[in-house]
């Protein structure tokens, strides 16, 4: 989503007052509503700034990421709550109601924060919480991805996002086939709710075939995107910009593929080279 701002546009030293597309940021409080010992619990999980769409995919994508929900049996529903407001006359508040709450432990996966667009680890409340254990482990040998197909990802990545050619101000994220297909991509701006809708959806809609998928950035590679692509069991996931140190020790212990600085013509493998296919 996106909106018309009045701007004034200096070019060869002179004002012009034109119309400029911005990428809409809004608040979304995360929720879910469980059952206890026979009593219903409801829960803030998130509060994060967010593109408005796929905001349900945004959610179940958190809830799995975060180790809180396994199967899609688990969501009886998912629902916005209250009145629409602002200027974009938007509900901000969505609640997913789980089927069976007895044995979950929200208070030690709770944020309890207020998340900026581009950084989500920040805000985790202790870092007992950082790493979360994957229960299923990566394949230690799959996908195996061409070289010659990483160099064209930034193009093909581009090529499918619809907001960020109109704004220049938004995150994507994508699953990849080993063609070179796109099967979800997502854009928000914030790069770990783009992820996060990349793998509600897919999740969502079981098409995760991770033998034969990998997951694809457009900017700098963090822990929590490194965490949240092996929570979907994601072999090998690589970006357009630069990684951190924490997601290069995260994707080494983990058997991850870490790839960054993708261009048309180079890459950098951090970690995981026995994938890549010359």
Not at 78 to 99: A, C, P, R, S
Not at 186 to 212: M, P, Q
Request: with cysteine.
């Amino acid at each position: 989503m996106n909106s018309k701002y009045k701007t004034i546009k200096y070019k060869g030293n002179k004002p012009l007052t034109v119309d400029d597309f911005v990428s809409i940021e809004e608040p979304l409080e995360m929720m879910v509503l469980y059952q206890k010992n026979k009593e219903w619990i409801e829960d803030s999980i998130s509060i994060t700034m967010r593109t408005p769409k796929n905001d349900e995919d945004l959610i179940i994508g958190l809830l799995f990421c975060e180790g809180i929900i396994n199967k899609t049996s688990e969501i009886k529903k998912v629902e916005f709550l209250g009145d629409k407001v602002g200027q974009f006359d938007l509900q901000n508040k969505i609640q997913v109601t789980l089927n069976n709450g007895e044995n979950l432990d929200i208070k030690h996966l709770r944020r309890n924060f207020l998340t900026n667009s581009s950084c989500g680890v920040c805000g985790k409340t202790s870092m007992d919480s950082l790493e979360i254990i994957c229960k299923t482990k990566i394949n230690k040998n799959n996908p195996k991805v061409k070289s010659s197909l990483i160099t064209e990802i930034p193009t093909l990545l581009r090529q499918s996002q619809s907001e960020f050619s109109k704004t220049g101000g938004i995150h994507a994220s994508a699953l990849f086939d080993l063609s070179g297909k796109p099967l979800v991509i997502r854009e928000d701006v914030g790069r770990h709710n783009a992820l996060d809708k990349v793998i509600g959806y897919s999740f969502k809609n079981s098409i995760f075939n991770t033998k034969n998928q990998f997951i694809a950035c457009s900017g700098r590679l963090s822990f929590e995107l490194v965490q949240k692509s092996l929570m979907a069991n994601i072999g090998l996931l690589m970006g357009v910009g630069a990684p951190t140190s924490l997601a290069i020790d995260l994707a080494k212990r983990s058997d991850m593929t870490l790839i960054g600085f993708v261009k048309s013509d180079s890459f950098n493998i951090y970690c995981g080279e026995n994938r890549i296919l010359k």
